[in-house]
């Protein structure tokens, strides 16, 4: 069974930092699958953050530009989501995601709270 596991979550004050990592199983992190992290706020839809293409290009949402960056580390097999400034409305529970060879692959998530 393929799984995807995120870390990193947890409580930080407004304009605290917090990096989240994914490990993604050797099986699937391919430079041509599709790698991507996600949040959902409490009653709302989730909506994607960033994300890196099947051609290796990167791009967050225009809500956290210039505040996140995602990144991932091929000897490691690692998709990471480095988040600085953060604010109240970034909480929410984090996924990861990949795409590959027609399938999604998805974590359990992990909570970001951004609360002072």
């Known amino acids: 069974q393929v799984q995807l596991v995120e870390s990193g979550g947890g409580l930080v004050r407004p304009g605290g930092s917090l990096m989240l990592s994914c490990a993604v199983p050797?099986?699937?992190?391919?430079?041509?699958?599709?790698m991507a992290w996600h949040r959902q706020a409490a009653g709302k839809e989730r909506e994607l953050v960033g994300s890196?293409?099947?051609?290796?290009?990167?791009t967050v949402a225009n809500s956290v530009k210039g505040r996140f960056i995602i990144s991932r580390d091929t000897t490691t097999n690692t998709v990471y989501l480095q988040m600085d400034n953060l604010k109240p409305e970034d909480t929410g529970v984090y996924y990861c995601?990949?795409?590959?060879?027609?399938?999604?692959?998805w974590g359990q998530g992990t909570q970001v709270t951004v609360s002072s």
């Open positions: 995601d990949v795409q590959y060879g027609g399938t999604a692959y």
């Open positions: 050797q099986s699937i992190f391919s430079r041509h699958a599709l």
């Open positions: 890196f293409s099947s051609g290796g290009s990167r």
